[in-house]
């Protein structure tokens, strides 16, 4: 039991991390000077190895697997931006299907597994 509760200050230590990590790059993910593909390049080379740094050795309940897709979708959110609405013509917030959609890529959760 000491063991599991240690790996969970752990996967709790790295979720911080990557919250402050992508805090700190949210001008930057945002910015319209930088195209998608670089700011791909930056959330796969930077962003994603201050999270997943150990993860090796975690083992992933159903809530932090969770927890981990909201990191990941707080980052896309602002790599992609907001869409405009073809009906209504409002700018909205994509979806979590869209963002994955969108990132032509493995998902978080896939890189762990």
């Known amino acids: 039991m000491q063991n599991r509760n240690s790996i969970q200050e752990e996967i709790k230590s790295r979720f911080k991390s990557g919250n402050a990590f992508c805090h700190s790059l949210k001008n930057l993910l945002s910015s319209s000077l930088l195209s ?18 150990g993860c090796e050795t975690w083992s992933l309940t ?5 927890r981990l897709r909201v990191i990941e979708n707080r ?28 990132l032509s890529s493995p998902n978080i959760i896939w890189v762990i597994k």
Not at 36 to 49: A, C, D, V
Not at 62 to 66: F, G, H, P, V
Request: with cysteine.
């Open 75 to 102: 980052v896309l959110q602002k790599v992609f931006g907001p869409k405009r609405d073809k009906v209504t013509g409002e700018w909205r917030k994509l979806h979590n299907e869209e963002l994955t959609d969108l």
């Open 36 to 53: 998608i593909n670089i700011k791909i390049k930056i959330y796969r080379t930077i962003s994603l190895p201050v999270v997943l740094y």
């Open 62 to 66: 159903l809530r932090e697997e969770c």
